[in-house]
T-cell receptor, first 108, second 123 residues
Framework: SYALTQPSSVSVSPGQTASISCFGDKLGNNYISWYQQKPGQSPLLVIFQDAKRPSGIPERFSGSNSGNTATLTISGTQVMDEADYYC???????????FGGGTKLTVL | QVQLVQSGAEVKKPGASVKVSCQTS????????MTWVRQAPGQGLEWMGW????????NYAQKFRDRVTMTADTSTSTIYLELRNLKSDDTAVFYCAREMADYGSGSFYGDFWGQGTLITVSS
C-alpha cells in the first residue's frame, strides 16, 4: 500500500521559516493536504490540493508538491504554530486516505 | 456554520462492541461523504473508512473490514461507527470528518472534523 514519510520532529525559532516535508513515491502526481493538530484538539485543515488555504488559515502557511516530496512551509513561525502536522493523500489503488506519520513542530 | 458533534467517551471490555455517533449540521448532509479516523494515544492519524451519506455505501480500510460498520441516518443527519470485538489496542480517539472529494482530480480531504470520542478498552 502507499506510504507517506515525514520527519518525526522539526524545530524552528520564532519568526523564522519552518519547512515540513512529506515523502512518497511519485507524490507530485497526487494532491496532498496538511493538518495541524494541537494537544487535545481535533485536526485542523491548513492546506488542501497541495497549496490552497482554507478560509481563516493565515497566509504564513503555504504548500508545494513536486516529484516525490510535498512541503508545508510556515513563514514567520509563531509560538502558536507549535503542533503536530500530518500530510495526507489519496491512494487510488485502495481508494483510501493515507496519512504520514506526523511531524512535531517545536517553536523555541 | 458547519458543525460535527460526536457522542461521549466510553469504556468497554475486550470483546465488546461500541457505536459512536457524529451528528452534523449547517450543510446539506447528503451532499458530502463522511470519513472516520482514529488516533491511538500518542500515535498518528489512521483512516478507518468512508461512507456515502446519500446511499449508505461504505468503503472500509482493509485492517478493519471484518469488524466495522459505518451507517448514515439522513433523518437526523447523523453517521455512526460500530466497531466490534474490541481489543485493548483499539483504545483511541475516534474522529468523524466531512470529506471533500473530487474523483476527477483525485482530491480527497477532510475540511471539518468532530471533537473526537475517546473509546477505552480495558478489562
Amino acid at each position: 500500500s502507499y506510504a507517506l514519510t515525514q520527519p518525526s520532529s522539526v524545530s524552528v525559532s520564532p519568526g523564522q521559516t519552518a519547512s515540513i516535508s512529506c515523502f512518497g513515491d511519485k507524490l507530485g502526481n497526487n494532491y496532498i493536504s496538511w493538518y495541524q493538530q494541537k494537544p487535545g484538539q481535533s485536526p485542523l485543515l491548513v492546506i488542501f490540493q497541495d497549496a490552497k488555504r482554507p478560509s481563516g488559515i493565515p497566509e504564513r502557511f503555504s504548500g508545494s508538491n513536486s516529484g516525490n516530496t510535498a512541503t508545508l512551509t510556515i513563514s514567520g513561525t509563531q509560538v502558536m504554530d507549535e503542533a503536530d502536522y500530518y500530510c495526507q493523500t489519496w491512494d487510488t489503488m485502495t481508494s483510501s486516505w493515507v496519512f504520514g506519520g506526523g511531524t512535531k513542530l517545536t517553536v523555541l | 456554520q458547519v458543525q460535527l458533534v460526536q457522542s461521549g467517551a466510553e469504556v468497554k471490555k475486550p470483546g465488546a462492541s461500541v457505536k459512536v455517533s457524529c451528528q452534523t449540521s449547517g450543510y446539506n448532509f447528503k451532499t458530502y461523504g463522511m470519513t472516520w479516523v482514529r488516533q491511538a494515544p500518542g500515535q498518528g492519524l489512521e483512516w478507518m473508512g468512508w461512507i456515502n451519506t446519500d446511499n449508505n455505501n461504505a468503503n472500509y480500510a482493509q485492517k478493519f473490514r471484518d469488524r466495522v460498520t459505518m451507517t448514515a441516518d439522513t433523518s437526523t443527519s447523523t453517521i455512526y461507527l460500530e466497531l466490534r470485538n474490541l481489543k485493548s489496542d483499539d483504545t483511541a480517539v475516534f474522529y468523524c470528518a466531512r470529506e471533500m472529494a473530487d474523483y476527477g482530480s483525485g482530491s480527497f480531504y477532510g475540511d471539518f472534523w468532530g471533537q473526537g470520542t475517546l473509546i477505552t478498552v480495558s478489562s
